[in-house]
């Protein structure tokens, strides 16, 4: 039973706009959460968090929104780059009852962004 | 600074075999994972290793063991490997042990079982 879902498996978007990656969650007992990009043959690298005491987390073009009563977040890129097509990853850390360590992962979203 | 480092990057074993697979994780991070990422699936915890002890693992048989090292560098091993074994193994570290850190991986080891 996946308790972290990635229901989008592709997005394409054109360069300059907005992509909005989505991901919902299943346990509200969820306390922190995380994106990471993958590209080809590379491993996953971290892109932004966000605390369940939060609604929003922005970095830069990045910017992670959380509705805790929806149980889902989204990842805003603005404006979307060539660059950025890659597989993007959904994470919840379960740190609740004392750290148990893994990461919980969506299956990924495949980002395309056209020049 | 380095980051972490997987080896070997290709893996070619026959069913029934032994597979080692080896990280080395960023200097001063003690906590090292493993994750598996089969063909069309997200990345699914497979160990986790602080301080040379085993912390926690996932849901999997006990064929799959490993153990950390003194510099906290880490092996996973795989006996009697099954065809679905195949699969790209990840390697992460991190420096806050019990609390919400992010998790830093390397690039993987491809594992195939012919």
């Known amino acids: 039973d996946q308790q972290v879902k990635q229901n989008s498996p592709s997005l394409s978007v054109q360069e300059g706009r907005i992509s909005i990656l989505n991901c919902d969650y299943t346990n509200s007992m969820f306390d922190y959460f995380l994106w990471y990009k993958k590209y080809p043959a590379e491993g996953p690298t971290f892109l932004i968090s966000?605390?369940?005491?939060?609604d929003k987390n922005e970095d830069g073009r990045f910017t992670v929104f959380l509705n805790k009563s929806a149980k889902h977040l989204s990842l805003h890129i603005v404006p979307s780059q060539p660059g950025d097509s890659a597989v993007y990853f959904c994470?919840?850390?379960?740190?609740?009852?004392?750290?148990?360590?893994?990461?919980?992962f969506g299956k990924g979203t495949k980002l395309s962004v056209k020049p | 600074e380095a980051g972490v480092t997987q080896s070997p990057t290709h893996l070619i074993k026959t069913r029934g075999q032994q597979a080692t697979l080896r990280c080395s994780p960023i200097s001063g991070h003690t906590s090292v994972y493993w994750y598996q990422q089969a063909l069309g699936l997200g990345l699914q915890f497979l160990l986790w290793?602080?301080?040379?002890?085993?912390?926690n693992r996932g849901n999997f048989p006990p064929r799959f063991s490993g153990r950390q090292f003194p510099n906290y560098s880490s092996e996973l091993n795989v006996n009697a490997l099954e065809l679905e074994d195949s699969a790209l193994y990840l390697c992460?570290?991190?420096?806050?042990?019990?609390?919400?850190?992010?998790?830093?991986f390397g690039p993987g080891t491809r594992l195939t079982v012919t």
């Open positions: 966000i605390s369940s005491i939060k």
């Open positions: 994470a919840a850390n379960p740190n609740y009852g004392g750290s148990q360590g893994n990461l919980i």
């Open positions: 290793y602080d301080e040379g002890e085993e912390r």
């Open positions: 992460a570290s991190s420096l806050e042990v019990g609390g919400p850190g992010e998790q830093y």
